[in-house]
């Protein structure tokens, strides 16, 4: 079976990230979303809040799994038994942050694969962060998420 993890804090869910997710099912068995926090960033929303987030989003696959972790990816995809990582590479400064973290896990585990991903055109400019932003500022963000984050994203504001 062929097992790929997609880590990321996910914060909030974006299209890209379904785009990414929804072709990596093409090439997979089975996904495993693997939701941790990024410690240099401050969460809008918590852990839990974005796995119920993230499972509600993709609760039409079947061979998805969505998941919490902490501590190193490497150990966290030997634990899964997975056969390697998917990233999604929105720009140029995406693969040099994903090269030097790929290098890294490879280093941390030499059975350590990492496969990225190009982000389709229409969704290469969408980032968590910049969706953050706009929903902080009162703007409207549902042309970059899906339905189900944008309402969670109005109500946590409520």
């Known amino acids: 079976m062929k097992i790929l993890v997609f880590p990321g ?3 909030p ?7 990414i997710i929804e072709r990596s099912l093409k090439i997979c ?3 495993v979303i693997a939701v941790f926090t990024n410690v240099a ?3 809008f929303f918590t852990v ?3 796995m119920k987030i993230i499972k509600e989003a993709v609760r039409k696959y079947n061979n998805i799994d969505v998941d919490s972790f902490s501590g190193t990816l490497s150990d966290y995809v030997e634990m899964k038994n997975a056969n390697a990582v ?3 590479l929105r720009s140029i400064v995406d693969y040099e942050y994903e090269t030097q973290m790929a290098l890294i896990n490879k280093c941390l585990n030499s059975d350590f694969e990492t496969l990225l991903m190009i982000s389709d055109e229409k969704d290469s400019y969408i980032s968590s962060s910049a969706v953050k932003d706009i929903a902080l500022n009162g703007g409207n963000v549902e042309k970059f998420v899906p339905a189900v984050v944008a309402e969670a ?3 946590k504001l409520k």
Not at 13 to 19: E, Q, R, V
Request: charged fraction near 45%; aromatic fraction near 4%; hydrophobic fraction near 25%.
């Open 9 to 11: 804090s996910f914060d």
């Open 13 to 19: 869910l974006t299209n890209g990230h379904i785009d």
């Open 29 to 31: 068995d089975k996904l």
């Open 41 to 43: 960033k401050k969460p």
């Open 48 to 50: 839990e809040e974005r």
């Open 86 to 88: 998917i990233k999604g």
């Open 153 to 155: 994203i109005k109500n």
